[in-house]
């Protein structure tokens, strides 16, 4: 997960925006985003679930995101629009109420979502440096906030370097492990002897907190109307891009523990570093240390960016408090809500648990998705003839059966989910209702 965040504000649309991202351009749009800081900061907490099984994991939770990547499909051939999600949500229910409420937790999942990566961050700069893990996650994001207020202009082909650089560490893990392919047994569960069910419950339960790298699949859609014929190539990028995230995860998960006995990597707080140092030495931990430190904190400073103007957009649209939208004169950026996105933020690093803050994100995303898919099935029947240049095959009658899937398995995904980390996003979810309310009576 690069970049979770999207932009539901409705009123005004970028006027002109140009088509010129291929199916091709759309697509490594969306391997970059999706391949990111997820894999390189969970791995480690995924085997301690999981254990060798944790491949699994990752494939159930590509199933579980491909239900929903299908929705995105279909939603993204109808309205070829960059505030996507909000557009599907409110032509499906007509209620401002779930458009605010789409901005509202887009907020909450980056913000915690922001935590978890800067966790992770510290886990690999702690390894070499021996630095505490909060006090570095919490520099991190003082840091980034800082850059973030003086004014960032961000750069596609620095986004683009970082990038490369995430995926091909990915790849060198894999062509490191070949030759030890097999030399494992990839059944193993975390607790030996433990029954069937038990290790179902594991692999569902790592999945739910690996879908953390999955996240991204779903921002191909904002960029429709930057798409050249976005009704057929949007829905055939986010295909693409899902599948070969997941294919280069799977074999990522296979060659660790073909590498490091999955108690290792679950003990490390820089679980990639330690797969590097295994077959390279000490000057291939640092090395990896340094790729995803790169990888963590670009993702950190990208999402900053991206929730502080999310924020200022929904402020100035009065749906949230005049206070958040206001630009400092000098710097001209949202001072505000930079500082409101960076307190939050560094409020989860606090609770010290990488594990838990990616579940608390992880919630919120859950609770989108299910938006989007209850949105994708209400338009089979409120606008049944209206245009679907893609369709999701396997339909009874009118009813999407993959997006009926969609809603089954993040309901699932979500009852997955540690019960104080779904209280703790429920709760906060649920305050954006009166948050609603109050700011309508008072515009």
Same mark, same amino acid.
């Given at each position: 997960?690069r970049?979770?965040?999207?932009?539901?504000?409705?009123?005004?649309?970028k006027?002109?925006?140009?088509r010129?991202?291929?199916?091709?351009?759309?697509?490594?749009?969306?391997?970059?985003?999706?391949?990111?800081?997820g894999?390189?900061?969970?791995?480690?907490?995924?085997?301690?679930?999981?254990?060798?099984?944790?491949?699994?994991?990752?494939v159930?939770?590509?199933v579980?995101?491909?239900?929903?990547?299908l929705?995105?499909?279909?939603?993204?051939?109808?309205?070829?629009?960059?505030?996507?999600?909000?557009?599907?949500?409110?032509?499906?229910l007509?209620?401002?109420?779930?458009?605010?409420?789409?901005?509202?937790?887009?907020?909450?999942?980056?913000?915690?979502?922001?935590?978890?990566?800067?966790?992770?961050?510290?886990?690999?700069?702690?390894?070499?440096?021996?630095?505490?893990?909060?006090?570095?996650?919490?520099?991190?994001?003082?840091?980034?906030?800082?850059?973030?207020?003086?004014?960032?202009?961000?750069?596609?082909?620095?986004?683009?370097?970082?990038?490369i650089?995430?995926?091909?560490?990915?790849?060198?893990?894999?062509?490191?492990?070949?030759?030890?392919?097999?030399?494992?047994d990839?059944?193993?569960?975390?607790?030996?002897g433990?029954?069937?069910?038990?290790?179902?419950?594991?692999?569902?339960?790592?999945?739910?907190?690996?879908?953390?790298?999955?996240i991204?699949?779903?921002?191909?859609?904002?960029?429709?109307?930057?798409?050249?014929?976005?009704?057929?190539?949007?829905?055939?990028?986010?295909?693409?891009?899902?599948?070969i995230?997941?294919?280069?995860?799977?074999?990522?998960?296979?060659?660790?523990v073909?590498?490091?006995?999955?108690?290792?990597?679950? +003990? &490390? /707080?820089?679980? =990639?570093s330690? #797969? $590097?140092?295994?077959? *390279?030495?000490?000057?291939? @931990?640092?090395?990896?240390?340094?790729?995803?430190?790169?990888?963590? +904190? &670009? /993702?950190?400073? =990208?999402?900053? #960016? $991206?929730?502080?103007? *999310?924020?200022?957009?929904? @402020?100035?649209?009065?749906?949230?408090?005049g206070?958040?939208?206001?630009?400092?004169?000098?710097?001209?950026?949202?001072?505000?809500?930079i500082?409101?996105t960076?307190i939050?933020?560094?409020?989860?690093v606090?609770?010290?648990?990488l594990?838990?803050?990616?579940?608390?994100?992880?919630?919120?995303v859950?609770?989108?998705?299910?938006?989007v898919?209850?949105?994708?099935?209400?338009?089979?029947?409120?606008?049944?003839?209206?245009?679907?240049p893609?369709?999701?095959?396997?339909?009874?009658?009118?009813?999407?059966?993959?997006s009926?899937?969609?809603?089954?398995?993040?309901l699932?995904?979500?009852?997955?989910?540690?019960?104080?980390?779904?209280?703790?996003s429920?709760?906060?979810?649920?305050?954006?209702?009166?948050?609603?309310?109050?700011?309508?009576?008072?515009?």
């Amino acid at each position: 997960m690069r970049h979770p965040l999207h932009q539901p504000e409705p009123n005004i649309l970028k006027p002109g925006l140009e088509r010129n991202v291929s199916l091709a351009e759309a697509t490594v749009y969306g391997v970059g985003i999706i391949v990111g800081a997820g894999i390189y900061a969970l791995i480690g907490e995924v085997a301690g679930i999981a254990g060798n099984s944790m491949w699994m994991s990752f494939v159930l939770a590509a199933v579980v995101a491909s239900f929903t990547a299908l929705s995105y499909c279909e939603l993204s051939s109808m309205f070829p629009k960059s505030a996507a999600e909000y557009t599907y949500v409110k032509n499906a229910l007509k209620s401002d109420l779930a458009g605010f409420l789409i901005g509202w937790v887009s907020i909450f999942a980056a913000m915690v979502g922001i935590s978890a990566v800067s966790i992770g961050f510290a886990g690999y700069f702690s390894m070499p440096f021996g630095t505490p893990i909060v006090l570095t996650a919490v520099s991190l994001i003082a840091l980034l906030t800082i850059v973030n207020f003086l004014g960032v202009k961000e750069s596609a082909r620095l986004n683009l370097v970082f990038t490369i650089i995430a995926v091909l560490g990915l790849v060198v893990i894999i062509f490191m492990a070949l030759p030890l392919f097999g030399s494992v047994d990839y059944f193993a569960s975390s607790q030996p002897g433990l029954p069937l069910p038990g290790v179902f419950n594991n692999v569902a339960v790592a999945a739910a907190l690996i879908f953390f790298a999955f996240i991204g699949f779903e921002d191909i859609a904002n960029i429709s109307e930057e798409t050249v014929n976005a009704r057929h190539a949007v829905p055939k990028a986010i295909l693409i891009s899902l599948a070969i995230s997941t294919i280069l995860y799977i074999l990522v998960s296979v060659s660790v523990v073909s590498i490091v006995p999955w108690q290792e990597l679950a +003990a &490390s /707080t820089a679980p =990639i570093s330690i #797969v $590097a140092g295994t077959i *390279l030495g000490e000057p291939g @931990s640092l090395i990896f240390c340094f790729i995803a430190l790169f990888a963590t +904190a &670009s /993702t950190v400073l =990208i999402t900053l #960016v $991206a929730v502080s103007r *999310l924020i200022y957009g929904m @402020s100035s649209d009065h749906s949230l408090p005049g206070i958040v939208s206001r630009v400092h004169s000098k710097t001209k950026t949202p001072f505000v809500a930079i500082a409101f996105t960076s307190i939050i933020a560094m409020l989860f690093v606090f609770s010290g648990s990488l594990k838990q803050v990616a579940f608390v994100s992880n919630f919120g995303v859950f609770a989108l998705f299910l938006m989007v898919n209850i949105a994708a099935i209400v338009l089979r029947f409120r606008k049944p003839k209206m245009k679907r240049p893609f369709k999701a095959p396997c339909n009874i009658g009118k009813l999407p059966v993959f997006s009926i899937l969609g809603v089954v398995t993040i309901l699932f995904m979500m009852s997955r989910i540690e019960p104080g980390a779904a209280l703790v996003s429920l709760a906060a979810i649920l305050l954006g209702i009166p948050i609603y309310f109050l700011m309508a009576r008072i515009r």
